[in-house]
């Protein structure tokens, strides 16, 4: 039997406790067993012991204030060898596998423990976003249906979905700040690769793609041999039909749907340039050649079939820009939301009486980085601002200024003094360019701190 990988059964560890596909903390235990971990010969018996069968709920590991369950471990290893087996690369129940899965959990707790620490929380707009998306997975129009649904299943079962959301993201924004500090790219370093043969990924192109997702009958954790055997059968006929020149791709999805109980959902996603797809898709379409269509691709939600159906050059990437000043009345401890309102308001009505706009800001205005500048934010390109902001921004003309309104910043008035297409292919190569290195470098640098992470820590496994 051919095992995973330490680093493939980590991953699967840590999707299957959410059911998320993630970036860096997709991998978030990619350290192999310390000599600590090992423990005592007869601790070792134990865990080749431990099964559902003859688990009670005790202690399994002790990682310095908290504690790991037996159930835990249990529960881990039943999951990672679903997604394994729903990877068609099954695994055995054994020691090798409970210790990577106990030490993929010892790793999870110790992030848990620094996110607390640091006070990290998650985006609730996040949060909610990736709730609908498994709702939209399940064929359900609304996270109130979802939580309908799991709550009927199993009372509390939304409740625990959404607090493994909030930690996952809690541990990538972790993650994301430790790895960062780490990798450090230099503009040197990215001459030379825009140099690099490698650099010719990175162009302006825009892909067409058919890309139709087989959703799953039930949870991956819960899906029978069969169930998965139909899901992927399925997507073979759709990739079989796709691979047609000139195909119609409601009817291929329509014949290809036959008598499977879930909605196939997708269809043709038009123009994307390769930036705005995830990366996971974003390498995957890169590489095919037009008219070609993946192999089918397992992920949490199901399997996905990806066709490129066009693909077009551009030599510039014009992006709209709005050059943009602002007056801020934060709120805070300090000061009330009525109080920040009655300020905004009463600096407003001196706009409409004639006063100058930049010396207001400079006077009144709670932002430091911009107020010395006369509320002066320069250029701006969508999404650079929160959503309120950007919407506000949108719909106030060349040399006017918008009524107050409010962010989770404060108050705010905004003024556009001109709008701009502005070419920023150069700036889009090197930001790929740095992307590209910093994926490249970010496994090592998570993997050493993830050992400085545990070499810092108290963990006693016990038998």
Known sequence: MRFFSLRQTSRAVLLSMAGLTLTLSANAATVKPAAAQASTPAAQSSIDRLTPANSTDGIIALVNENAILKSELVDAIEQTQARAKAAGEPIANSAQLQSEVLNALILRELQLS????????????????????IAQAEGLNSIAALQQRLDAAQPGSYANLRAKLIEEASIQALQQRQITRRVRISEQDIDAFLASPEAKRLNQSE???????????DDYSRLSAAQREEALKVAQALRTRLLAPNVNVAEAVAASQGSYPIPLQGGDMGFHKAASLPTEL????????????????????????????????????????????????????????????????????????????????????DDPGSAGRGGDLDWVSEEDMVGPFEATMKNTAVGDYSAPFKTQFGWHILKVDGKRDQDISEQYRRNMARQALYQRLAPQAQEDWLQELRAGAYIQILG
């Open 207 to 217: 892909y067409q793609t058919i890309h139709v997702r087989v959703p799953y009958i």
């Open 282 to 365: 974003s390498s995957k379409i890169t590489k095919l050649d037009v008219g070609t269509v993946s192999e089918p691709l397992l992920t949490p939600e199901g399997i996905d079939i990806i066709k490129l159906a066009d693909k077009k050059a551009s030599n510039t990437m014009l992006i709209p820009q709005w050059h943009t000043r602002h007056i801020l009345i934060k709120v805070d401890d300090l000061q009330t939301d009525a109080l920040a309102e009655q300020k905004i308001n009463d600096l407003y009505e001196q706009l409409r009486g004639g006063a100058d706009f930049a010396s207001l800001a400079s006077t009144y205005s």
């Open 114 to 133: 620094m996110v607390k620490r640091a006070g990290l929380s998650a985006d609730e707009a996040e949060i909610n976003q990736r709730l609908g998306q």
